[in-house]
């Protein structure tokens, strides 16, 4: 079992930045996948971005603006977000997957983002 604790969400301006942290309860150092979702206020949770395998993908809406990292000797999972918009309004959740064929991931409750002037 794996916890998962998000935190650096808040309110912002259009054209700030915010990094979000997500601290595991264990070793993430050998985990096949880590990602972060967003979800809208009523919409879908979609994905945003992940490291698997040691590469970075980003979805579309956020290439160019937001980053990926992970810090194994501190178990935490980043995402610097730049240039934000309105619409990347939402709650950003963690998720790991630890292995590839596990069929096991975790969640974290999530956090609070929200851009508006």
């Known amino acids: 079992q794996v916890q998962l604790v998000e935190s650096g969400g808040g309110l912002v301006q259009p054209g700030g930045s915010l990094r979000l942290s997500c601290a595991a309860s264990g070793s993430i150092a050998n985990f096949y996948a880590l990602n972060w979702f967003r979800q809208a206020p009523g919409k879908q949770r979609n994905w945003v971005a992940q490291i698997i395998t040691g590469i970075t993908n980003y979805a579309d809406s956020v290439k160019g603006r937001f980053t990926i990292s992970r810090d194994n000797a501190e178990n935490t999972v980043y995402l610097q977000m730049n240039s934000l918009k309105p619409e990347d309004t939402g709650v950003y959740y963690c998720?790991?997957?630890?292995?590839?064929?596990?069929?096991?991931?975790?969640w974290g409750k999530g956090t609070l983002v929200t851009v508006s002037s």
């Open positions: 998720n790991v997957v630890p292995g590839r064929y596990s069929g096991m991931n975790y």
